[in-house]
């Protein structure tokens, strides 16, 4: 069983700049969730798809938005890069089909705006 | 106010104590508490997961929720230097793993 991988682990980017991250979920899962992770915070969650389709959103603007594909992979995009989105991204993979879904993350993208 | 507390630390204390890791809460809507260990440069992966008030053990680790004061509890018996990492709570509304609400992690560290 393969667990959660992320790419790329480490990004520097500039402000104005466009990002794509990329997850793989674990094997057997249909779900995916992202969250932003700033230093010396806890996880914030952006959004969650699961079987290809939004499920979710946190507190996030339009400019962060996601894709899941058909083997369940996912990307985060990020738009018009700020210095504030600096932080660690997560993904996380479940199964929604299962009940009391739990998360199981990868290790992250640390992104650095400049 | 956030809807979830947690001590930031840095909680240090020697091999094989007893450690005591605390979250408070707002929401009386949450039903379903988790704690994460997340080691340097890694993410989250989660130790234990509870429904309701009351005590559950796996191990050396013991989790409480008590509702009635919107409190959750994380302990850890024998601690050993493994142990060092930041520990985040984490709780929810629904058995749905939507919009799970983190706490910003308590920094352990255990000295051999």
């Known amino acids: 069983e393969t667990g959660v991988t992320q790419s790329p682990t480490h990004l520097i980017k500039t402000r104005g700049q466009q990002v794509t991250l990329r997850c793989s979920s674990q094997?057997?899962?249909?779900?995916v969730s992202w969250y932003q992770q700033a230093l010396g915070q806890g996880p914030q969650f952006i959004f969650q798809?699961?079987?290809?389709?939004?499920?979710g959103r946190g507190n996030f603007p339009p400019r962060f938005s996601g894709l899941q594909f058909p083997n369940y992979s996912s990307e985060l995009n990020v738009n018009a890069l700020e210095l504030d989105d600096s932080a660690l991204y997560l993904c996380?993979?479940?199964?929604?089909?299962?009940?009391?879904?739990?998360?199981?993350f990868g290790s992250g993208t640390q992104l650095s705006v400049l | 106010q956030k809807e979830v507390e947690q001590d930031p630390g840095p909680l240090s204390v020697p091999e094989g104590a007893i450690v005591s890791l605390n979250c408070t809460y707002s929401?009386?809507?949450?039903?379903?508490f988790m704690w994460y260990r997340q080691y340097s440069r890694k993410g989250p992966e989660l130790l234990m997961y509870?429904?309701?008030?009351g005590n559950k053990e796996d191990g050396r680790f013991t989790a409480q929720v008590d509702k009635s004061s919107k409190y959750i509890s994380l302990f850890i018996r024998d601690s050993q230097p493994s142990d060092s990492a930041t520990y985040l709570c984490?709780?929810?509304?629904?058995?749905?793993?939507?919009?799970?609400?983190f706490g910003s992690g308590t920094r352990l560290s255990i000295r051999p």
């Open positions: 996380a993979s479940s199964d929604k089909d299962r009940a009391k879904e739990k998360l199981f």
């Open positions: 094997s057997g899962h249909n779900t």
């Open positions: 798809y699961y079987r290809e389709e939004e499920n």
């Open positions: 929401n009386s809507a949450f039903q379903y």
């Open positions: 509870t429904y309701s008030s």
């Open positions: 984490a709780m929810t509304i629904y058995s749905s793993a939507s919009k799970i609400i």
